[in-house]
Structures are given as C-alpha cells and as structure tokens.
T-cell receptor, first 112, second 111 residues
Framework: EAGVTQFPSHSVIEKGQTVTLRCDPI?????LYWYRRVMGKEIKFLLH????????ESGMPNNRFLAERTGGTYSTLKVQPAELEDSGVYFC??????????FGSGTRLTVV | AQSVSQHNHHVILSEAASLELGCNYS??????LFWYVQYPGQHLQLLLK??????LVKGIKGFEAEFIKSKFSFNLRKPSVQWSDTAEYFC?????????FGKGTLLTVNP
C-alpha cells in the first residue's frame, strides 16, 4: 500500500510570497490531518479533515493559512503571504478512523 | 486542554546501555498514548501504543512502555540500545482524533 505522500519535500521562499503544500493520503482514508513543527518546538496540530469537510481547524495559526481537500482526496495547505515565523516542517497524516495514523515525510518550509 | 511533557531533550548513550525516556501527560479523561520515532531523513513511525488493558506495552524493535495511570506517565524503555536507535522520539496523547505531542527527545547512540 502506498503511504502518505507530501510534496515538495523542501521549499525555500521569500517573505511575502505564497507557498502551497500538497498531501496525498492513503487511498480510502477519510481522515486527513495537518501538523507543523517549528524549530525547537513540539509538533502541533493544525487541522483535521473528514473527507472534504473541515472537522477541526482549531490549530490554524491565522488567516494566512488556507487548507482545502478536493473531493475528499488530496489536500493542499496554502500560506499567503508567508512570514518568517512560518518556517518549519509541515506534516500530513491520514487515518481510516480516530486511530491508526500514518504520517508523510513532511515538507520543510524555509521563509527567508 | 491536554499536554505532554518529555523530560529529556537530548540523551546520549553507548551501545548496549539501557534506555528510559520519560513522558508525562495531563488530561483528566481516558487517553490513548503513543510513542513515535523519527529516524534521520525518514517520516514519523509508530513505535507502540496504549489504548487499554495491560499497562505494559511492547512495540517494535524491542521497545516497551509502561502506562502508570496514577502518575500520568508513559515511559519508554529498551534494555539494550543499538547505534541504529539513534533518532528523535515523541510521546503523544490522542484525544478526539487530535494528537498532542511532547517536544521530543533526541537519542544519540554511540558505537
């Protein structure tokens, strides 16, 4: 079974630019999650999709972040405009239920 | 809101030494507990999990963890570490689909 795929694996952008991260979950997993780890800090929850609906977006830092999940399949996380403090590793995970998370390799975002 | 505390930021051991990584959580209800590992350049992988039943949980690669409810702890142990165990280890609690992680413990095992 293919795992959770994220791309790009690395992205370096300038402050003020826009970046879009993509996550392809495991086929059939209705639940999709985004997490973020800022350097030196813990991995923090951003949001949770069930199919195409946002179940919980309590962790989204501010309105510069926009997540979508098209047709309940892949998801994108757009940061517009990017700020220096957005640098970190963005993880995506999917699961068939409340448990059984599978994580992707992450996207390392650097804002300069 | 729940929180997870990992006691050690960086642990350095020699091969064959015993390992214990501390994890405490705060949450008043029923929790599901996890240890994840991230090897260099790889994705987060599940080491072991506790949902209910026997508080001593065995995971992959010889790791085990003990859930002590009265202490709100879920410490990770391994009797004899190997160089290949060098990685970052994360304790996490799952409440309502959401994982809350500790800050992680970087383990370096010297050959």
């Amino acid at each position: 079974e293919a795992g959770v795929t994220q791309f790009p694996s690395h992205s370096v952008i300038e402050k003020g630019q826009t970046v879009t991260l993509r996550c392809d979950p495991i086929s059939g997993h209705d639940n999709l999650y985004w997490y973020r780890r800022v350097m030196g800090k813990e991995i923090k929850f951003l949001l949770h999709f069930v199919k195409e609906s946002k179940q919980d977006e309590s962790g989204m830092p501010n309105n510069r972040f926009l997540a979508e999940r098209t047709g309940g399949t892949y998801s994108t996380l757009k940061v517009q405009p990017a700020e220096l403090e957005d640098s970190g590793v963005y993880f995506c995970a999917s699961s068939p239920s409340a448990y059984g998370y599978t994580f992707g390799s992450g996207t390392r975002l650097t804002v300069v | 809101a729940q929180s997870v505390s990992q006691h050690n930021h960086h642990v350095i051991l020699s091969e064959a030494a015993s390992l214990e990584l501390g994890c405490n959580y705060s949450y008043g209800g029923t929790v599901n507990l996890f240890w994840y590992v991230q090897y260099p350049g790889q994705h987060l992988q599940l080491l072991l999990k506790y949902f209910s039943g026997d508080p001593l949980v065995k995971g992959i690669k010889g790791f085990e963890a003990e859930f002590i409810k009265s202490k709100f702890s879920f410490n990770l142990r391994k009797p004899s570490v190997q160089w290949s165990d060098t990685a970052e280890y994360f304790c996490a609690v799952n409440v309502l689909f959401k994982l809350t992680f500790g800050k992680g413990t970087l383990l370096t095992v010297n050959p």
